[in-house]
């Protein structure tokens, strides 16, 4: 995820922008830097790069540092391990594999726990879970619904907003799913928006880079997806189930309590 950050250079102050540069044209250099040498072979400040680190969401330098060798290290990984006409059936499903695993635990580093434990909460006392999704998002989240639905959970799916049902009583307690894999989808940010008016809690499932969504709802989980086009949409619906799947199975122990 860091790496698709630095490729949005438009978010970055002058100076910020010459840090990035600074590592993007020297990926494996940044390993052996301390704050102070990366602001000097940047021409910036040792300041200036803990607020660059902070406004990527890190608490300082050495935390950025160790997210960033790590996710250096797998994208080193991945390089050796691209798809070819020569492999044969076996190795692509193991490289398939491997994509299934880094996606997983890339979701699973992008959960916060407390926002996973006041969701939790939230959804042990609610009368029922409402989901928005459209397109490819849809039947995984009518899947979750199902789910729910055999634990008794009332979950039901929705596509568009329904202003009457949103107004009636019945509705007045739901929680509400929102979910975009690109944060961008400007008919669940209205429906976002509209049911933040109605005084509904909603929960965002969203990109963790585009902040659309998340910054409408009380709560936001994270997908991943990498820039390998080829595999993107494989990455976000492997991503979106694993955290309804994550969901699902708390939910499951709270109920066997």
Not at 142 to 164: R, V
Not at 196 to 209: E, W
Not at 227 to 251: K, M, P, R, V
Request: one cysteine or more.
């Amino acid at each position: 995820m860091i790496f698709q950050q630095l490729e949005d250079i438009t978010k970055f102050t002058f100076q910020e922008q010459a840090i990035a540069q600074f590592i993007t044209e020297h990926p494996d250099r940044l390993i052996d830097l301390s704050a102070k040498d990366l602001a000097n072979k940047s021409f910036t400040s040792p300041a200036t790069v803990v607020r660059f680190c902070k406004k990527l969401g890190f608490k300082g330098y050495p935390d950025f540092q160790l997210k960033y060798v790590k996710e250096y290290t797998k994208k080193y990984e991945r390089k050796n391990l691209l798809l070819s006409p020569d492999l044969s059936s076996i190795e692509v499903s193991s490289y398939v594999s491997a994509v299934y695993a880094d996606t997983i635990q890339e979701t699973k580093d992008l959960l916060n726990k407390d926002t996973l434990n006041r969701v939790i909460n939230l959804l042990c006392h609610a009368p029922k879970i409402d989901f928005y999704a459209s397109d490819i998002n849809f039947p995984r989240v009518q899947s979750a619904c199902l789910k729910l639905n055999n634990l008794n959970i009332h979950a039901q799916a929705f596509n568009s907003l329904n202003e009457f049902y949103i107004s009636s009583s019945g509705a007045a307690n739901a929680i509400s799913f929102v979910i975009s894999h690109s944060g961008k989808n400007q008919t669940m940010i209205d429906i976002a928006y509209k049911l933040r008016k109605s005084n509904r809690k909603t929960i965002a499932i969203t990109s963790f880079l585009e902040k659309d969504l998340s910054l409408v709802c009380n709560e936001s989980f994270y997908l991943y997806f990498s820039s390998n086009e080829s595999f993107s949409a494989i990455q976000y619906g492997l991503s979106l189930e694993y955290i309804l799947d994550t969901i699902y199975s708390c939910l499951v122990l709270k109920k066997s309590k």
